[in-house]
């Protein structure tokens, strides 16, 4: 989390509304440098009736992968599950997560199903609405077909930064999200891939999470930006795309 006062709330009260034994729940706010009163709804939110864990952690770095790696670091469960904090996760979200990797003892790790979360119509002008409709029908078209096809043919490209869930043993034999790039969830995937090919990589329809729709099409321009920024160090990482950048079949840098 940086600076995420505005959607922390809504956050962890999705992880108190799980369908999941509460007591086997483990929860870390990491706070990255955040000056906007982020700690003061998380107090009021720990105050709050709940049979898991709810700490906090404070990381001196600025910078997403270091955040995720004290995370993971402090972490004692079997799975371990990365949220971004404006995400709403489905009632059953992490119960469907653990129902497929108890179902698949060779499934090293899954990204959950992002959707965006419907704008309110009421008071916005008609473009922020027709960015939201596009951005809906792209995430579902993207995580319900795209990564389905993925997962079917074990070529996953990225475990979503936004919501997935790896077994520990498999994550602590990696180097652990990478600062190299803006794209760290796409350079972890790889790194699973490579050390791992024999363990199973999924999207996981049933565990649905939920986010914000881009608010403006200047911050939707920048997303996407830094999206292909990732996309260009992640293949420039990877000697695989050096030798062959413009390879057909399998993963390649243009798809």
């Not at 059953?92 to 979360?117: C, H, Q, R, W, Y």
């Not at 999200?177 to 996981?204: G, P, W």
């Not at 990877?238 to 413009?246: C, D, I, K, N, W």
């Amino acid at each position: 989390m940086h600076n995420g006062a505005p959607y922390l709330r809504k956050c962890i009260a999705s992880v108190r509304n799980q369908n999941y034994p509460h007591d086997k729940l483990e929860v870390f706010i990491v706070d990255n440098l955040s000056d906007d009163g982020s700690f003061a709804v998380f107090k009021e939110e720990q105050a709050q009736p709940f049979e898991g864990s709810l700490q906090w952690v404070s990381v001196p770095q600025r910078g997403k992968s270091y955040a995720l790696n004290a995370g993971i670091h402090v972490s004692r469960g079997e799975y371990v599950t990365n949220i971004d904090c404006d995400v709403v996760l489905h009632p059953d979200a992490i119960l469907n997560m653990v129902k497929a990797f108890t179902a698949d003892p060779d499934l090293g790790a899954a990204t959950g199903s992002v959707e965006v979360m419907e704008r309110k119509t009421e008071g916005s002008d008609p473009l922020r609405h027709l960015l939201a409709e596009c951005e809906f029908q792209e995430y579902y078209s993207g995580f319900r077909i795209g990564r389905q096809y993925q997962t079917a043919t074990n070529s996953l490209f990225t475990l979503a930064g936004a919501f997935s869930i790896f077994r520990r043993d498999v994550l602590l034999r990696t180097f652990l999200y990478d600062k190299q790039t803006v794209s760290e969830d796409t350079k972890m995937t790889f790194e699973i891939h490579k050390r791992f090919r024999d363990l199973n990589k999924a999207c996981i329809a049933e565990a649905i999470a939920y986010v914000e729709p881009t608010p403006s099409l200047s911050a939707l321009y920048a997303q996407r930006v830094r999206w292909q920024r990732g996309q260009l160090e992640v293949a420039s990482l990877l000697t695989v795309f050096m030798r062959s950048p413009l390879r057909l079949k399998g993963l390649s840098s243009p798809k």
